[in-house]
């Protein structure tokens, strides 16, 4: 974990042990944050678990997990709405001690604010506890992906970044799965340094745990695209569903792609898909046997591994909801199912859904599902810039997590040329990244675009990196991509706009710190 710097974007390695001593303000509300898989719904766990075992936060009396997606923690208007017990009327004594004293001594961890947080009402008890208008003695910590954290940055204290595995962390991890098969390490490093965009994301604990399994399970292949992996988790639970369940199953070697299933399960998954679609279009991450009706899904559909059953742990008797195994799954399928509507039924539906949580993830997994063949899909492109701009005129920062750059994994997903020399127009020849936090895959995206862009655009394209948030590994990342975009032998001037905007890459990153400015290009 590290913690961020509101003013200058670095970030610092931080203990876990220590967030609560990063300011001296009273009460202590820690905002950490970190891209989908990193680690944030273990940590909250891992947090409570070793305060219960006395080996960590001993100057709190009491450790409260909250989990925003449980659908009883989110009608929750009072303290005793938010605390784990069977029996309510001990939950109801337990609730007047702790206001009594107004939450000293009481850490309350909410896990996933992106999960339904921003949808909450003003009278909700999490949105109250995280404002101090309950418990306003008490600490908070609050976990949540970064681009749906905006509305809590005022209220913090203090903000830590789960970063994920460096690149010696991850060999360790690999080694650790393998049994220490140094051969076997090395062969699966060599597969993923073949594939830029999954290297990109192997950082992220999830991804490195997938990306292990299939290389265990598969004959020592990977997929070779974000897409390729969680997909490739959605047909593995499904086989693993058909296996466990049919005859049939247990003569399949193998699910090839969803987009050609065995009948048996092909009606089922659209119902699966259809469900996950509507929790986008509606922000829910948690379903009732209401929502299932509400869809038209019959409750004998099998839900092949795609869903869970999760007991509440704040209602009264046992109150069962279900939820996608993990929201990216969710998103991936309500993608697929947004790319088997009409063309354009497909385009009044993102333009619904623009400006929502969702809508980054669920367009990026579309874009590697359809490549943005749909014509129409150029009208979305322009409100996005649009909407970055407008952020930018109207604040005295630049967006952290600009909306350009999730504009830029799309494309890089789409693998599209004209599309990115599309884009480029409407940028009018400058991509302005300033002061924006920058993983690897975001480089291999801003390295992709540059690539296409420079090859075809006639002129300079300048792109402005100056105090972003970008470390020598991720810079040597983005090096490596430029350095591997296609140049025509037919002529020169491709490569000179390319050395154009690398000249002006390297300036802008200079003005960083020594620490990007010595980075070998």
Known sequence: TGKVNAILNNKVPVKLEEIFQLDQKKRKVVLIEGAPGSGKSTLSWDIC???G?????????????????DPEAQKACEIVGL????????????????????????????DGWDEGGSSLPETSAIRRLIQSELCCESSVIVTSRPIASGDLQPLVSSRIEIVGFTPAELRQYFSECLEGDC???????????????????CYLPLNAAIIVHLFLSEGQTIPSTQYGIFSAVVLNCMLRHLKQRTEEGRQIRCLESICSLPETIREPFESVCKLAYHGVMENKVAFSQDDFSAVGIP??????????????????GRLVSFN???????ELLAAFSISRLPPSQQISVF???????????????????????????RSIVPRMIQKEQEHNSLSLFQNQYPLLVSLLNCLFEAQDPSLCQFVAEQLKGSLDLRRSTLTLLDCLSVGYFLSCVCVTTR??????LRHSSIDDHECRFLARCLCRCPVPNSTATGWLHMNLALMDLIFSISSMGSSASTTSL
């Open 53 to 69: 075992a006395g080996k960590l936060f001993q100057e709190f009396e009491a450790v409260v997990l909250v989990r925003v997606r």
């Open 83 to 110: 605390l784990p017990a069977e029996d309510r009327s001990v939950a109801g004594s337990v609730a007047v001690e702790i206001v009594a004293c107004r939450g000293r001594k009481v850490l309350f961890v909410i």
């Open 183 to 201: 051969r076997a390490v090395d062969k699966l490093l060599e597969r993923i340094q073949e594939h830029p965009e999954v290297e990109g994301s």
């Open 459 to 464: 002129g300079e394209f300048r792109v402005d």
């Open 299 to 316: 409750t004998s559909v099998p839900l092949l591994g795609l869903l869970q059953a999760v007991d509440s742990l704040v209602s009264t």
């Open 351 to 377: 333009q619904e859904l623009f400006g929502e949580p969702r809508f980054r993830a669920v367009f990026q997994f579309y874009s590697a599902i359809t490549k943005l063949q749909n014509p129409g899909i």
């Open 49 to 51: 678990q070793r305060w």
């Open 324 to 330: 996608f195994i993990h929201l990216s799954i969710q």
